[in-house]
């Protein structure tokens, strides 16, 4: 059974950058698209961005412009998904969970990673 392994997570000052990465556990398996979603205590879970596997992207408006998402190139392993966060603020700390479509009615979900913004 084909896993996600997220890492990146971490805590950092307002302003600041992280860069969160995700990888399927098979590199075999074909991916329509990787994403990345979020969530508060008591809040449900919002898309952040997502990537198809032709390169579309979709970002949420509140990311824009400090978010940047990326997947596999000729660097980073197959079946990877990558979120770098520029300008961090308070309101972006989150559980971030990464996801990857296996087709349009099949999702899986990695563990989540905590990201923290605070001074």
């Known amino acids: 059974q084909v896993q996600l392994v997220e890492s990146g997570g971490g805590l950092v000052q307002p302003g600041g950058s992280l860069r969160l990465s995700c990888a399927a556990s098979?590199?075999?398996?074909?991916?329509?698209?990787m994403g990345w979603h979020r969530q508060v205590p008591g809040k449900e879970r919002e898309l952040v961005a997502r990537i198809t596997r032709g390169g579309d992207t979709n970002i949420t408006d509140s990311v824009k412009g400090r978010f940047t998402i990326s997947k596999e190139n000729a660097k980073n392993p197959k079946n990877s998904v990558y979120l770098q966060m520029n300008s961090l603020k308070p309101e972006d700390t989150a559980v971030y969970y990464c996801?990857?479509?296996?087709?349009?009615?099949?999702?899986?979900w990695g563990q989540g990673t905590q990201v923290t913004v605070s001074s």
């Open positions: 996801h990857a479509d296996l087709s349009v009615s099949s999702r899986i």
């Open positions: 098979e590199s075999s398996i074909s991916i329509y698209a």
